[in-house]
Structure formats: structure tokens, C-alpha cells
């Protein structure tokens, strides 16, 4: 068995990356991709690597010689890369095509040497290696029947998203026979090179092929097996977190990124906090049924939108203002109207970290689950030089949760003491609470101008990609000025439409966090049966939980990683005081029993 590597090509979509060298000597993590396919190839027992090089080919040999791993070398000159497609490429390394077994493949790709693996251990002799295909996918897909023979090879003009179900991306490793080659792909690539011309790519020539009778082609769908392609910088950095060298790098690569893991349709994230029964299908349906017009439409300004927002959340007009998520709207009171601020350790990192250490003045709970009450804040902060007082609640990550009630006595006692009082309720919808819970009430807003409620729409409605959140006060002063300080079009076509269509699904958003509030105390029942984890009490859509054994908080979140589950590690907070914590968000009945499964297996 041998490999044939199309290594041409200038990778000119890589920048500064690739202008002194190809594509298959990018460093990812410090090894060459053509190092990582050697030593596969070392692995699995190819005899002879055949290499077409053209750009900057005298690099590539002078790196590798004519062996490298115990591998012989032999190299295909393409003399005139910048003017032609792979297939001239592959053209051009037929003698060899037609010699022996042969793996082909490009050189822009990563994967896990067990990806060869399975293609040789399949006993068919001609096989596409292939995956399901998922949104970061670029290039060819298939389809492919139930035996899976290729039905049909599909390029970008014939693409259709409605048919994404059933397509299969080529993962453009491919496993061919001698007797497959000379017979059928070698004869055609050349009637199709003079035929065509030499600006094509060689998957044409397999669709070809495929119209014979009997083609004797067919397809293997990968099963978890990690691989990647390299076009561009944002698939050097993604690659780069997939192959880290070490479980603490792979975990942090995941961890910083924030978001974005659509990227990664496998992956399960219990990081990252929202509502798992809202929206419903029906709304999603009615923004996709006007996707067209919003994604060509200017949004409305401030005065339309804090107008959809009052209408929602029953608050005045001046009394609200609508953010791009509610990070936007926290960096700018945080930053212009705070002064020192006085809040509970471990807490929502984005509003101490806008302040200087010498303007927080923060309270840590000594009890065991880092709960507290309206008691205990007013018994520390009474004494304490500070203009604001911050309370997320529920808290995050401890799930803390103070009443109703005693936030109406808070609210009293800070505007005698002269602060600013900011509440940030972003979670409370969660709260298996009887009777009022929010503060976002006109009454309560105007008799307490000094009170600020923060709620995120990100997190308890579910719709995290539209980035809204929003902000009331009955300083109006304030509010006014916030406003302005935004952009004018500081949420998109896509949030405004949201809020328009809001209030015809509030019985379902109700429903919702009613579902939703099972679904948390059937998690946590599960989540106590795993012998080395204590759960705390929460009244938010995650749990904070204690290693008591077997892990550490970071050795069990990398250990999940390797899983494809994300969960966070808490135990570097400085207020954690190094206990192994972690933080799990809930999901819905399948992810969470899963999660439980793969704890108990661990």
C-alpha cells in the first residue's frame, strides 16, 4: 500500500502562514501537518508516500529527503501549480497510480491516525472515507444508499440546504485498488484532463465513474474519529484546540473561546447557561419565514426598540434601555456611574472585572455552598465605604437565591444608605418560587430610583445568538444617557424582530420555565447517585458541584472533554479557596441523563 499526497498548492487563504512555505508544513501545536501524516502512515505500514509538489517544493524536499519515519519518499513535480486544480495534479502521478494499492490524500488535512485505521480495516478495496456533514463543512459532499454505495457526488453549484440531512462530507482521504485504478479512475482522468482541461478537481472524475453501472465505489462515514481541514486562520486556530498537545491545553483552547460551538455539532455544553425548553418551534419558524427581509433590513433605532422592550416587560419606555446582550449595557454602567463597588465572591465575573481592584470591596460567604442572605449582605456591606451594591440573584455560580421579600427590604436599606442598588435577574425566571419574583415593576422602579435591574435574554429565554438583554431604572437621567451612549443600532434585524413577536408566546416561555423546573430536580436526583460528585442547592438552570473524590475539578472536566462535554471548572476562582468545584448547566432529559452516564462510567 502506498499514499499519493497532492501537495501543490499555494494555500494562499493562510496569509502570512503559507508565503514561505506550503501547506502541508503548517505547525499546529508545534507539528508539521506532513509530520502527522508520516507517522501515520509509519503506523499503518505504507510502503512508498508519492508526493505532487509544486509551490515551494524545494522546502518540502529538503525537509523530508527521500525517507522520512521509515517511509520511502518519491516526489511529482507540478511545474505549473498556480494555473491548474488538483486533477492536473493527480494527473500527473498516474504512472505511480496504477503501480499498487493506494491511498490518496490532501495535504491540508489533520486527523487522528486511527482514521487510517479504519479505512485499511475495511475489507471493500475502494472507499471514500466520509463524515455527516455539519455546518463548518466546505467542499464535496455525497449521498450515499443504505449499503453505502455513493449515490451521487454533489459540488457547490448543486448544494442545497434543505437536503443537508442527507449529505456526507468527503473527508478527501481515500482508499482505491490497483485493479480500480488502471481500470476505471487512471483511463477516465485522462479522457476528462484533455477533455475538460486541467483547471478541475479529481472528485469530478469519481462522479463520472459513478454513472457506470455497478460502480464499485463506495463510502465509509467516520464514527467520532477527529479530523479537520485546513483552509484558512479560523481553521488553523479550531484545529489547533482539536489537537492540542496535552488535556490542559485542549480543555483551555475550548474554554476561551466563549461561544461559537456551533462550530462543534458533537459537541454537549453544560458551560454555557440557557433556557432548554424556550424558544419553541413555532418561533423560530416565524423569524426563518422572515429571514430574507431581516437579514437585508436595517434595524429601528433606540426609540423603537426600548419601546418593544417596554412592551414585554411591562415597564415604562424611560425606564428601559436595550442592549446588545446585557454585556453591553453592564460594561457602560459599570464604567460611567458605579464608583466602588461592594459585591459576593464567587459571582458573574463581567461586572467586578470592569472596576479596578481598589474600587471593589467583596464579600465572600463562609458557609460550605457559598449561600448567603439579605442579612448577612447588609450585616458586611453596613459598615463599608461603597457607592454601589451588586446582586446577582439567583447567583452565579452558586445558585443563591434571596427572596422576594427581602430584596424589597435590600432595595429600603441601600437607598438609606445612599447606594446605588444593581440586581441582576437574569436567572429568577428559574426560581421554583410562589407569587412576585421580579423586580422589573414600574411601581417599584419609580419609588426607587436608585435601583438597577440587569436581565439577560440570552439566558432564561433560550435565544443566546441574538445577543439582547436589557436594563431598567427609574433614573431616567441615567437611562437617558445610556442610551446615547450606545450605538444607534446596537442590536440587529434579528433581536427587534424577536421582541416584536415575543408576546404571542409568553404562555409558552411560562411553560417553559415550568418544564424546566422539573427537569432541574430530576437532574439533580441523578447527579447525587454519582458517588464522587455533592450537589448544591439552585434555584438558576445550573448546579455548583463538589469533587469529593476520585478527580479534580480541572482532571474531570478534561477527562469529559476528551468525551466531547464541556463543563466548567470553578476550582481556579481565587473565592473557591482551590476546592474542586465545578458548574453544571441544566439541559434537557437526554443530555442530562447522559451526563450522569459518563459521569458514573468515569
Same mark, same amino acid.
Given at each position: 500500500?502506498?499514499?499519493?499526497?497532492?501537495?501543490?498548492?499555494?494555500?494562499?487563504?493562510?496569509?502570512?502562514?503559507?508565503?514561505?512555505?506550503?501547506?502541508?508544513?503548517?505547525?499546529?501545536?508545534?507539528?508539521?501537518?506532513?509530520? /502527522?501524516?508520516m507517522?501515520?502512515?509509519?503506523?499503518?505500514?505504507?510502503?512508498?508516500?508519492?508526493?505532487?509538489?509544486?509551490?515551494?517544493?524545494?522546502?518540502?524536499?529538503?525537509?523530508?529527503?527521500?525517507?522520512?519515519?521509515?517511509?520511502?519518499?518519491?516526489?511529482?513535480?507540478? %511545474?505549473?501549480?498556480?494555473?491548474?486544480?488538483?486533477?492536473?495534479?493527480?494527473?500527473?502521478?498516474?504512472?505511480? !497510480?496504477?503501480?499498487?494499492?493506494?491511498?490518496?490524500?490532501?495535504?491540508?488535512?489533520?486527523?487522528?491516525?486511527?482514521?487510517?485505521?479504519?479505512?485499511?480495516?475495511?475489507?471493500?478495496?475502494?472507499?471514500?472515507?466520509?463524515?455527516?456533514?455539519?455546518?463548518?463543512?466546505?467542499?464535496t459532499?455525497?449521498?450515499?444508499? $443504505?449499503?453505502n454505495?455513493?449515490?451521487?457526488?454533489?459540488?457547490?453549484? %448543486?448544494?442545497?440546504?434543505? %437536503?443537508?440531512?442527507?449529505?456526507?462530507?468527503?473527508v478527501?482521504?481515500?482508499?482505491?485498488?490497483?485493479?480500480?485504478?488502471s481500470?476505471?479512475?487512471?483511463?477516465?482522468?485522462?479522457?476528462?484532463?484533455k477533455?475538460?482541461?486541467?483547471?478541475?478537481?479529481?472528485?469530478?472524475?469519481?462522479?463520472?465513474?459513478?454513472?457506470?453501472?455497478?460502480?464499485?465505489?463506495?463510502?465509509?462515514?467516520?464514527?467520532?474519529?477527529?479530523?479537520?481541514?485546513?483552509?484558512?486562520?479560523?481553521?488553523?486556530?479550531?484545529?489547533?484546540?482539536?489537537?492540542?498537545?496535552?488535556?490542559?491545553?485542549?480543555?483551555?483552547?475550548?474554554?476561551?473561546?466563549?461561544?461559537?460551538?456551533? =462550530?462543534?455539532?458533537?459537541?454537549?455544553?453544560?458551560?454555557?447557561?440557557?433556557?432548554?425548553?424556550?424558544?419553541?418551534? /413555532?418561533?423560530?419558524?416565524?423569524i426563518?419565514?422572515?429571514?430574507?427581509?431581516?437579514?437585508?433590513e436595517?434595524?429601528?433605532?433606540?426609540?423603537?426598540?426600548?419601546?418593544?422592550?417596554?412592551?414585554?416587560?411591562?415597564?415604562?419606555?424611560?425606564?428601559?434601555?436595550?442592549?446588545?446582550?446585557a454585556?453591553?449595557?453592564?460594561?457602560?454602567?459599570?464604567?460611567?456611574?458605579v464608583?466602588?463597588?461592594?459585591?459576593?465572591?464567587?459571582?458573574?465575573?463581567?461586572?467586578?472585572?470592569?472596576?479596578?481592584?481598589?474600587?471593589?470591596?467583596?464579600y465572600?460567604?463562609?458557609?460550605?455552598?457559598?449561600?448567603?442572605?439579605?442579612?448577612? !449582605?447588609?450585616?458586611?456591606?453596613?459598615?463599608?465605604d461603597? $457607592?454601589?451594591?451588586?446582586?446577582?440573584?439567583?447567583?452565579?455560580?452558586?445558585g443563591?437565591?434571596?427572596s422576594?421579600?427581602?430584596?424589597?427590604?435590600l432595595?429600603?436599606?441601600?437607598?438609606?444608605?445612599?447606594?446605588?442598588?444593581v440586581?441582576?435577574?437574569?436567572?429568577? $425566571?428559574?426560581?421554583?418560587?410562589?407569587?412576585?419574583?421580579?423586580?422589573?415593576?414600574?411601581?417599584?422602579?419609580?419609588?426607587?430610583?436608585? !435601583?438597577?435591574?440587569?436581565?439577560?435574554?440570552?439566558?432564561?429565554?433560550?435565544?443566546?445568538?441574538?445577543?439582547?438583554?436589557?436594563?431598567?431604572?427609574?433614573?431616567?437621567?441615567?437611562?437617558?444617557?445610556?442610551?446615547?451612549?450606545?450605538?444607534?443600532?446596537?442590536?440587529?434585524?434579528?433581536?427587534?424582530?424577536?421582541?416584536?413577536?415575543y408576546?404571542?408566546?409568553?404562555n409558552?416561555?411560562?411553560?417553559g420555565?415550568?418544564?424546566? =423546573?422539573?427537569?432541574?430536580?430530576?437532574?439533580?436526583?441523578?447527579?447525587?447517585?454519582?458517588?464522587?460528585?455533592?450537589?448544591?442547592?439552585?434555584?438558576?438552570?445550573?448546579?455548583?458541584?463538589?469533587?469529593?473524590?476520585?478527580?479534580?475539578?480541572?482532571?474531570?472536566?478534561?477527562?469529559?472533554?476528551?468525551?466531547?462535554?464541556?463543563?466548567?471548572?470553578?476550582?481556579?476562582?481565587?473565592?473557591?479557596?482551590?476546592?474542586? !468545584?465545578? =458548574?453544571?448547566?441544566?439541559?434537557?432529559?437526554?443530555?442530562?441523563?447522559?451526563?450522569?452516564?459518563?459521569?458514573?462510567?468515569?
Amino acid at each position: 500500500m502506498q499514499a499519493v499526497i497532492l501537495a501543490a498548492g499555494m494555500g494562499k487563504r493562510l496569509g502570512e502562514y503559507t508565503k514561505e512555505n506550503t501547506k502541508c508544513m503548517l505547525e499546529v501545536n508545534g507539528i508539521k501537518l506532513i509530520d /502527522r501524516a508520516m507517522e501515520s502512515f509509519s503506523k499503518v505500514g505504507v510502503s512508498r508516500v508519492v508526493m505532487v509538489v509544486g509551490y515551494m517544493r524545494d522546502k518540502v524536499k529538503a525537509y523530508l529527503g527521500n525517507e522520512c519515519q521509515g517511509v520511502r519518499i518519491e516526489y511529482v513535480d507540478n %511545474e505549473i501549480y498556480d494555473k491548474t486544480n488538483n486533477i492536473y495534479s493527480l494527473y500527473l502521478a498516474k504512472d505511480y !497510480l496504477i503501480e499498487e494499492d493506494t491511498l490518496l490524500l490532501e495535504s491540508d488535512l489533520i486527523f487522528e491516525p486511527c482514521v487510517l485505521t479504519r479505512l485499511l480495516d475495511d475489507k471493500y478495496p475502494n472507499i471514500a472515507l466520509v463524515d455527516k456533514y455539519e455546518s463548518w463543512m466546505d467542499g464535496t459532499v455525497v449521498t450515499l444508499d $443504505d449499503d453505502n454505495h455513493i449515490t451521487r457526488f454533489i459540488d457547490k453549484e %448543486e448544494f442545497k440546504y434543505k %437536503e443537508i440531512k442527507d449529505y456526507y462530507k468527503t473527508v478527501n482521504i481515500y482508499k482505491f485498488s490497483k485493479e480500480f485504478l488502471s481500470q476505471y479512475y487512471v483511463p477516465f482522468l485522462e479522457a476528462y484532463s484533455k477533455a475538460l482541461g486541467n483547471n478541475e478537481y479529481y472528485e469530478q472524475v469519481l462522479k463520472v465513474i459513478l454513472h457506470l453501472k455497478h460502480a464499485p465505489l463506495k463510502a465509509l462515514p467516520l464514527d467520532g474519529e477527529t479530523w479537520y481541514e485546513i483552509d484558512d486562520l479560523q481553521d488553523l486556530d479550531i484545529a489547533s484546540g482539536m489537537f492540542a498537545n496535552t488535556d490542559e491545553e485542549h480543555y483551555m483552547a475550548y474554554i476561551c473561546r466563549y461561544g461559537g460551538y456551533w =462550530r462543534y455539532p458533537q459537541m454537549l455544553d453544560y458551560c454555557y447557561l440557557v433556557n432548554p425548553y424556550f424558544p419553541p418551534q /413555532r418561533l423560530t419558524d416565524e423569524i426563518k419565514a422572515s429571514f430574507d427581509t431581516l437579514i437585508r433590513e436595517y434595524p429601528s433605532g433606540m426609540k423603537v426598540n426600548s419601546l418593544l422592550a417596554s412592551k414585554n416587560f411591562g415597564v415604562k419606555e424611560d425606564y428601559i434601555v436595550v442592549g446588545n446582550g446585557a454585556a453591553e449595557l453592564i460594561k457602560a454602567l459599570m464604567e460611567g456611574y458605579v464608583g466602588t463597588l461592594g459585591n459576593v465572591l464567587p459571582t458573574f465575573e463581567e461586572y467586578p472585572n470592569r472596576l479596578a481592584k481598589e474600587h471593589l470591596v467583596q464579600y465572600i460567604p463562609e458557609t460550605e455552598d457559598f449561600h448567603y442572605t439579605a442579612e448577612d !449582605l447588609r450585616n458586611y456591606f453596613g459598615d463599608k465605604d461603597i $457607592d454601589t451594591l451588586l446582586l446577582i440573584n439567583p447567583d452565579n455560580p452558586s445558585g443563591n437565591y434571596i427572596s422576594y421579600d427581602e430584596l424589597l427590604e435590600l432595595i429600603q436599606w441601600t437607598k438609606e444608605k445612599g447606594m446605588r442598588f444593581v440586581v441582576d435577574e437574569s436567572f429568577v $425566571d428559574f426560581a421554583n418560587v410562589d407569587g412576585e419574583y421580579s423586580l422589573l415593576d414600574n411601581s417599584i422602579l419609580e419609588t426607587n430610583p436608585h !435601583l438597577f435591574v440587569v436581565k439577560s435574554i440570552s439566558k432564561s429565554y433560550g435565544v443566546p445568538g441574538l445577543r439582547l438583554g436589557i436594563m431598567a431604572s427609574g433614573d431616567t437621567e441615567v437611562i437617558a444617557r445610556m442610551k446615547k451612549d450606545v450605538a444607534i443600532w446596537n442590536i440587529n434585524s434579528f433581536g427587534e424582530f424577536y421582541m416584536q413577536i415575543y408576546e404571542k408566546y409568553k404562555n409558552n416561555y411560562e411553560e417553559g420555565c415550568r418544564l424546566f =423546573r422539573e427537569e432541574r430536580n430530576l437532574f439533580r436526583q441523578e447527579l447525587e447517585q454519582v458517588p464522587y460528585i455533592k450537589v448544591f442547592d439552585s434555584q438558576a438552570n445550573y448546579f455548583l458541584c463538589e469533587i469529593t473524590g476520585k478527580f479534580k475539578s480541572r482532571e474531570l472536566a478534561m477527562k469529559l472533554l476528551r468525551k466531547n462535554i464541556l463543563i466548567k471548572d470553578c476550582g481556579g476562582k481565587a473565592a473557591m479557596k482551590g476546592r474542586n !468545584l465545578i =458548574r453544571l448547566a441544566v439541559r434537557n432529559r437526554k443530555d442530562n441523563s447522559y451526563l450522569v452516564e459518563q459521569l458514573k462510567a468515569l
